[in-house]
């Protein structure tokens, strides 16, 4: 089975697995668990030049890191702040920017991660991944959230509602708020300021728009990003790629 790049997306959640890469600084929202499946591991560097090599590590979000995974298959799972897991696993962090895990025996099946890579997972069992793989780092312990559901409720009206985009105020006319309170609740319980993540979901619809072949000028246009420059700029930002290398190296599944 041949494995290659594959990015998996729902919607408070993705997948990234390649067969190896080199990305240069990125700083995403959500928080991210790393995997190397080759005994090489990976190197997270930072903004100052500092580099570690690892087998498996924890990322918290908005932390600034290069990544160089030329000589290991990697998997990334990556928990947006509308997912249970992205606020377990800050928990699990606590003050840890980068915190190195070890994963329980048998948590990382060798035919499960191959045909994860040759894309013949069905949805079910790449969901599943999500939900077992933070569980079984070692000292992790499932915790109480506190969440809102005019914070959710916003948060998804975001991303259903795209190309559209309503106004901060217009959002919380919705759920009964003031522009200045639903900021300050969207920070409090999603640990994102509103417009970042208003740009996040924005960048993920035009990864989307990409894989599916359309012009960066109208992906650009449609997903509220000045020009195809900007555009370009986000991504390599968010995910340490350009839109050439996902048009011609990776494969985009919506689930």
């Known amino acids: 089975m041949h494995f290659r790049n594959h990015l998996y997306v729902w919607d408070d959640r993705f997948i990234y697995v390649t067969p190896g890469m080199v990305s240069e600084v990125t700083q995403r929202h959500t928080v991210t668990l790393l995997i190397a499946l080759d005994p090489a591991g990976f190197v997270l560097g930072d903004t100052d030049g500092q580099q570690q ?6 990322i918290a979000r ?13 998997l990334s799972i990556n ?7 992205h606020h377990a696993l800050s928990h699990f962090l606590g003050e840890h920017q980068v915190r190195a895990v070890i994963l329980q025996p048998g948590a990382i099946d060798a035919s499960t991660m191959q045909r994860l890579g040759a894309g013949q997972l069905d949805s079910a069992a790449l969901f599943r991944l999500t939900t077992t793989l933070p569980r079984a780092i070692s000292g992790y312990q ?53 417009k970042s993540y208003i740009l996040w979901s924005r960048m993920r619809r035009a990864v989307q728009l ?8 109208a992906v650009a246009y449609d997903a509220g990003f000045s020009d195809s420059a900007h555009l370009t700029r986000t991504i390599r930002q968010f995910f ?15 689930l």
């Open 210 to 217: 990409i894989a599916q072949g359309e012009p960066l000028s």
């Open 79 to 85: 928990f947006d702040p509308q997912s249970y897991e």
């Open 53 to 58: 090599r690892y087998q498996a590590a924890l």
């Open 240 to 254: 340490g790629l350009t839109p050439s290398f996902i048009i011609k190296n990776m494969q985009v599944h919506m």
């Open 142 to 194: 499932p915790v109480t959230i506190n969440l809102d559901m005019r914070a959710l409720h916003v948060a998804q009206k975001v991303k259903k509602e795209l190309p559209l985009t309503s106004t901060v105020a217009e959002l919380a006319s919705d759920v009964g708020l003031s522009a200045d309170r639903l900021s300050h609740l969207f920070s409090a319980k999603l640990g994102i300021p509103i």
């Open 62 to 74: 908005h932390r600034a890191r290069s990544l160089d995974a030329s000589q290991t298959r990697l």
